[in-house]
């Protein structure tokens, strides 16, 4: 196994202000790298980039704006250019729109909600930043899947359908990549501790992971320990999909 080290690398990190890409923020600092820490949540994100010093820069904005990602970008290449992305930003519609409704009901602007900040997000950052990993001839792309992509949701009808967008979104981004050294990966967690209540979704574990078990999975497929791994998707769910698979 390889040391890891991210000294001197420019990472940026959407949904930087909370959760699983706040603490791989904090993780990519502590191990050296530079973050340009990115989310809508303007406060959430000062107060916890000031935390971080000045390894971590925040860029506030929406990813479903691609002049927000070309922003971000351009500081990333002032920077020296990005050597990883990590898409963290997204979420349940249903939630995060407050229209808990049947998919039937739902106003035409949670549906765009749930589509573009799941899909869009991700796919606008990857095409901000991939040039400059073509450039380097070196990077790596990391997107957040959800088991909803397998799954499906009758609610939030949006957040599965784009997350299943990702898992072949990877192969794309992957096969652009190869020629010129950069890798793309889907890491797709179950329930996270990042919500109190996420520890109600079942898995055969009989546990949500800790936010550190995902966050593992992203410095393991960005390091080059993860060489040779590129345009899959990596399950990480304490067992959730076996779940529904043996029907005797
Ligand atoms: N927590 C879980 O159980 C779980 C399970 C499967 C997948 N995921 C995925 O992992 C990723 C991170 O999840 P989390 O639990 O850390 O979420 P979180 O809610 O803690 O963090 C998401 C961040 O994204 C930001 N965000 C939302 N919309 C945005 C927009 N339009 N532009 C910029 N930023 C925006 C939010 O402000 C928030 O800070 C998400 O993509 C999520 O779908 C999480």
């Known amino acids: 196994m390889k040391e890891i080290s991210f000294k001197g690398k420019v990472v940026v990190i959407t949904g930087a202000a909370s959760g699983i890409g706040l603490k791989t923020s904090q993780e990519f600092v502590r ?31 929406d990813v479903r704006d691609f002049g927000y ?27 995060c729109c407050k229209s808990m409704v049947p998919f039937y009901e739902q106003p035409v602007e949670v549906i765009d909600w749930g589509l573009d900040v799941n899909l869009k997000g991700p796919v606008y950052f990857s095409r901000a930043l991939m040039p400059q990993m073509v ?19 009758g609610v939030g009808a949006m957040y599965g359908t784009a997350k299943s967008g990702l898992f072949n979104f990877v192969k794309g981004l ?35 992971a800790e ?16 060489s040779f791994i590129t345009g899959t998707n990596h399950i990480v769910d304490g067992g959730r999909l076996c779940m529904y698979q043996k029907t005797y």
């Open 135 to 153: 450039a380097k001839r070196s990077g790596v792309i990391i997107l957040l899947g959800s088991v909803t992509g397998f799954e499906g949701d």
């Open 31 to 61: 191990l050296g790298a530079t973050v340009i820490m990115c989310d809508v949540n303007e406060v959430s994100l000062q107060k916890e980039s000031s935390g971080l010093g000045s390894a971590a820069v925040a860029k506030a904005g």
């Open 211 to 226: 936010t550190r078990e995902i966050v593992d999975v992203i410095f393991f497929m960005c390091s080059d320990n993860a």
């Open 69 to 95: 990602a070309l922003s971000v970008a351009a500081e990333a290449e002032r920077m020296g250019g990005a050597d990883y992305l990590v898409a963290c930003a997204g979420g349940y519609e249903a939630r």
């Open 174 to 208: 992957a096969m652009a990549g190869a020629p010129h050294g950069v890798r793309a990966v889907c890491i797709t967690p179950g329930p996270v501790l990042t919500r109190a209540d996420m520890s109600l979704m079942p898995t055969l574990m009989g546990r949500a």
